[in-house]
């Protein structure tokens, strides 16, 4: 039996050609890629800016300072995530703190961010940032998300990373309601340019704040210069900024996997919707389908239902590896980290989260995953589930 993976990249020939093509120009990076890479991604996630960063981490960390992200500040995000949607406020300086999650939509609860909200105002200590996170591919509740932010002066960055070809309410994710929104393009992602990261924003300052941090806080443009130049050559250092350039061999993917990215999204539907219909009758609860989002399908991610099951999620996640199928559990709660744990959090802090957690299963999604080889996946784990 062959092993199949929970993710696995998809790389075409055309893909290749595209990382060749570079490879034999003049630019390996800083070159015309990039520019060509941004400006699709914008234009396909209709939004006027899209700055691309080394990873998607980078890009959480340099959106959390452009956002104002600094010591004695807030910022809250939720803790079914990965460990980088919080710990880039504290690269910042800033404190973490987390928001339960819904236990439907397994996204930042809008009624636990709210009563959180209320407490914080009376107490004033009010987030600056919050960082919903769209897990699996499923987008959060943006438009509650945007009326909360408005009322209670915060900012939103969103953690996209899953959410590559997502929609909320016909809009692509990423082309409002958020302030900034950040895109990871690891391999394990959906669309891959093996390590990397997108930030797209409407707004034109931060975006110009977040090209400038991208690259050691320097400016060139004659416009930018705080002093009169002594010579084209000059640029200028105004704040401290960092490394988190993509490169043009990376650049150069990105927009090759982009062109085909309706057809991945498509691919990966047509597999959730078949996992939907194999699934039905076993005792798992199921990805939930609202009207107004689409999700990106990054994850085919089930909760073991114990209400009908004594089977537990340790049970069956090994005997699915034992029959040589790549389940994955996503995520461990942030907060029940030991390096969170010494900051003070405990368990039982965000007990849907940890229950979440304790019966989460994602199942192998990638666009070549072949009808047999999900036949297998589903008539390993209704094996499973039996005992
Ligand atoms: C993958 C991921 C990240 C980090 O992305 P990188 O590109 O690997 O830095 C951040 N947040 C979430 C939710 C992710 O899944």
Redesign the pocket.
Known sequence: MSFIPYSCQNITDEDIEAVNGVLRSEYLTQGPAIPAFEQAFATRHQTPHAIAVS??????HLACLALGAGPGQRVWTSPN??L??ANCALYCGATVDFVDIDPRTRNLSMAALESKLVQAKATNTLPAIVIP?D?AGLPCDLRELRALADRYGFRILE?A??ATGASYQDQPVGSAWADAT?F???A??IVTTA???MVTTRDDDLARRLRQLRSHGMVRDAAELREPPEGPWIYEQQILGFNYRMTDLQAALGLSQLGRLDTLHRQRITLADRYDELLSGLPLIRPIRLNDRESAW?LYAVEIDSARTTRTRAEVFQAMRAAQIGVNVHYIPIHTQPYYAALGFRRGDFPAAEAYYARALSLPLFPALTEAQQQRVVDTLRAALAG
């Open positions: 990873n998607a981490t980078a890009g959480l995530s990965f980088a949607s996170v897990f953690d990373s899953h950040v990871s393009f690891h394990v992602k390590e990397g990261g990054h």
